[in-house]
């Protein structure tokens, strides 16, 4: 009897909180905290406690095992955040003390914050017991992982304590940082956190495991006691300062020594728009791009991690679907080495960039930026130009214009077509309030001073409908053969696609297996005469386990006709003849271990028939974690052909091996280093920054390349041929004026 009235009395709790109007209130204070971690200031004892965190896995609908407790503060030039995080014991997991850490398999709690109660897009704050600081940028509504980013940094504080039964945390945001309208009392909120001692991860607003727990459609109002004052005249000035030396094997070979010098402006215009300025920018504490295996027809895509392009990403860089993108921002200060295909950087004289909210309704980005020539690649002087709007409808949906334009306005004669190039289209983007609902429609066209064939239109629909048992979901896409996207991001033209697909989830509990994932989908594409050429059907299999380990399961159908000949081992090998359907089937195979542990892996099987021949092959990567010092990782990826057009067996080889040394918050030291079989390229970069002030740092970069000559099919024999190498010496500096 006791056991039923205990049960009752829960479901009724349980009942009763689901229907209570959730809200946190931000009190005024003069009273300012010590940022130390330690909730023992008198401003906190006199503010009520949060409504209690509810479990988002393994099962959402119950409240969490391990609660937390989150209270608010502000005074004229901070809002101030404490976290009180139950656990059970001292024992928690800090994989590193390096900013930005990823919250999978570690201890953290993370903060959401919606000023302009949009839905649409937040600021993101979070830290771990140890107190590392982590923030970013939510767009997209956090419907996808495309709309998450944590390459945004700003100068916030933060501190954690660790007691024995649960770990406390303080954080100091300037207002001076958000961006908010004036007179507005009320924003939205939610806060999630991971519990590695439980494998339990929660959330202060409830989230149904179909959603991303980042997703902004579940909020809930932050209310302040009064409404935080604007400080619309901020601005902060970033110089650094660089030495450069170096050596070009495969040129002079002769070391050459530069220096150089600039810096960014920004200047909060209001509450809401933000103003950029950049003169000679330098981009080079960017690290390597991790090398991938390209075993496709076509260029693959890159994420910016530039800071000067990523506050308000989403206004410029979100239109059209991510293979018919009219503006990549990587487009501008990075070309291409017409020898090995890698990326390099090329200098930009300078630019401007605003980008914001001008009310509740408009949201609006504007861009201007010169870059140098690259006589070497042919490349005249461009300047990049972008206007983007976006108008917000009913609670979470959007009307979006963009117009980008591209222009050589000097040295012109290194180039005898492409002098000028501008792409204009409209977005539409639907997401009903529970984020059941969720569609987005484009229309673009591209101009140029060229010839550029028939039909220079794109456009793409997709629709999605997620409960909590399925997701259906249908997608079609067309790309004329004339779409000239010179700013953008279009691996490929002259097609129609579509892909609808189907997702079934079966819950389980009482049960280290948690969830049950099967899906169908299908993708098809012709080309603009209607001739199928490519089609792709997956039937997969997803396990995922209490504690957070994933294994996956997918049968994949192929079907490719080639237009032009074409080598499929990325080895430039013989290739296939053209005008021949290819249909062949495979099994991939993939598990991902339990983050939290101090070793943990990822391993990704494949095996299968591949064109007119055999492919197999193992990718992955592999961790050990000293904690919080040091992180040993190997990143591989070994694929091997078997094609009865070729004369013995090919391969590819991908090997990264890396360490991360964290020495305290402020000083840090990585090295890695990468081959590629593919580009017969080894890169070596070792690292050490030091972080003297807040987002203030002395980098110290080495590089290495080589080209690497292998000896006959396979990789029996390595030979190192050194093609240049760097030294860099960095500083830059934050000043708040």
């Not at 080309?527 to 089609?535: I, P, Q």
Request: hydrophobic fraction near 35%; include cysteine; proline fraction near 3%.
């Amino acid at each position: 009897m006791r056991s039923t009235i205990l049960f009752i009395s829960v479901l009724l709790t349980q009942f009763l909180w689901a229907q209570e109007e959730v809200n946190i209130g931000v009190y005024k204070t003069d009273q300012s905290p010590k940022i130390d971690g330690i909730l023992d200031d008198a401003v906190w004892k006199d503010i009520p406690s949060s409504v209690p965190f509810w479990q988002y896995a393994p099962n959402d609908s119950i409240l969490a095992q391990y609660q937390t407790d989150i209270k608010m503060a502000f005074d004229d030039q901070f809002l101030y955040i404490s976290a009180k995080c139950y656990a059970v014991s001292d024992d928690y997991v800090v994989t590193s003390l390096k900013r930005d850490f990823r919250a999978g398999g570690n201890d953290n709690i993370t903060f959401l914050i919606d000023p302009f109660n949009d839905r649409t897009n937040a600021f993101m704050f979070g830290t771990n017991p140890m107190g590392v600081q982590r923030e970013g940028l939510i767009s997209g509504g956090g419907a996808s992982l495309r709309g998450f980013s944590t390459d945004w940094d700003n100068t916030w504080r933060c501190e954690s304590s660790i007691d024995k039964d649960f770990w406390s945390t303080e954080l100091a945001i300037p207002l001076s940082i958000l961006r908010f309208n004036k007179d507005v009392t009320t924003w939205r909120f939610n806060a999630y956190r991971f519990d590695t001692q439980n494998n339990e991860r929660s959330t202060w607003i409830r989230i149904p495991r179909n959603q991303w727990i980042f997703n902004l459609a579940f909020m809930a109002e932050m209310n302040w006691e009064e409404a935080p004052k604007s400080k619309s005249n901020r601005a902060t000035f970033i110089p650094y300062l660089i030495n450069n030396t170096n050596i070009d094997y495969e040129g002079d070979q002769e070391w050459k020594n530069g220096f150089n010098a600039g810096g960014d402006i920004k200047l909060a215009v209001s509450s809401g728009l933000n103003l950029d300025l950049t003169i000679n920018p330098d981009f080079s504490q960017v690290e390597v791009d991790q090398q991938i295996t390209n075993l496709s027809r076509f260029e693959l895509f890159f994420p910016e991690k530039r800071q000067f392009f990523l506050e308000n990403a989403d206004l410029f860089g979100s239109g059209g679907f991510r293979n018919a993108n009219p503006f990549f921002s990587r487009r501008i200060g990075i070309s291409q080495d017409t020898v090995t295909g890698n990326n390099i950087l090329n200098t930009i004289y300078g630019g401007a960039r605003l980008s914001g909210k001008i009310n509740d309704k408009v949201r609006i980005g504007v861009l201007d930026m010169v870059a140098a020539p690259d006589i070497e690649n042919g490349l005249p002087t461009y300047n990049y130009n972008v206007i983007s709007t976006q108008y917000k409808l009913w609670k979470r949906s959007n009307i979006g214009f963009i117009a980008v334009n591209k222009d050589a306005v000097a040295n012109r004669s290194l180039i005898s077509e492409r002098l000028s190039n501008r792409v204009i289209g409209v977005d539409f983007n639907l997401a009903t309030s529970n984020n059941r609902w969720s569609a987005k429609s484009y229309l673009h066209r591209s101009f140029s001073d060229f010839d550029t064939g028939n039909m220079p239109w794109s456009h793409g629909t997709s629709i999605q409908y997620l409960k909590r048992a399925y997701n259906l979901s249908w997608e079609h896409q067309y790309v004329g053969a004339g779409y000239d996207a010179q700013v953008g991001f279009v691996p490929r033209r002259d097609f129609i696609s579509y892909n609808p697909g189907m997702d079934f989830y079966f819950y389980k509990t009482n049960s280290n297996l948690n969830r049950i994932t099967t899906s169908l989908s299908m993708w098809a594409l012709h080309n603009t005469d209607f001739l199928l050429t490519d089609r792709i059907i997956n039937l997969r299999l997803g396990l995922e386990y209490v504690n957070q380990s994933r294994m996956d399961f997918r049968l994949s159908n192929s079907f490719i006709f080639l237009s032009s000949a074409w080598d499929p081992t990325g080895t430039g090998s013989t290739p296939l003849e053209a005008g021949i359907d290819y249909r062949f089937t495979n099994l991939t195979v993939s598990y991902n271990s339990d983050r939290s542990k101090a070793f943990s892996y990822r391993i990704n099987s494949r095996v299968g028939q591949y064109f007119t021949g055999i492919r197999y092959g193992v990718g992955g990567s592999m961790n050990y974690r000293l904690q919080p010092i040091a992180n040993v990782s190997l990143n591989y990826n070994y694929n091997v052909f078997d094609m009865p057009h070729l004369e013995g067996l090919r391969s590819t080889i991908i090997l990264g091996p890396r360490i991360d040394l964290s020495f305290s918050k402020k000083l840090f030291l990585s090295g890695a280093l990468q081959y590629n079989s593919q580009s017969e390229n080894s890169n070596l970069n070792v690292r050490f920054q030091y972080r003297y002030a807040p987002v203030s740092d002395l980098f110290i970069v080495y590089t290495d390349n080589y080209f690497t000559d292998v000896d006959g099919v396979s990789p029996n024999l390595i030979q190192l041929n050194s093609r240049n190498r760097a030294l860099v010496l960095k500083c830059s500096y934050w000043f708040n004026i």
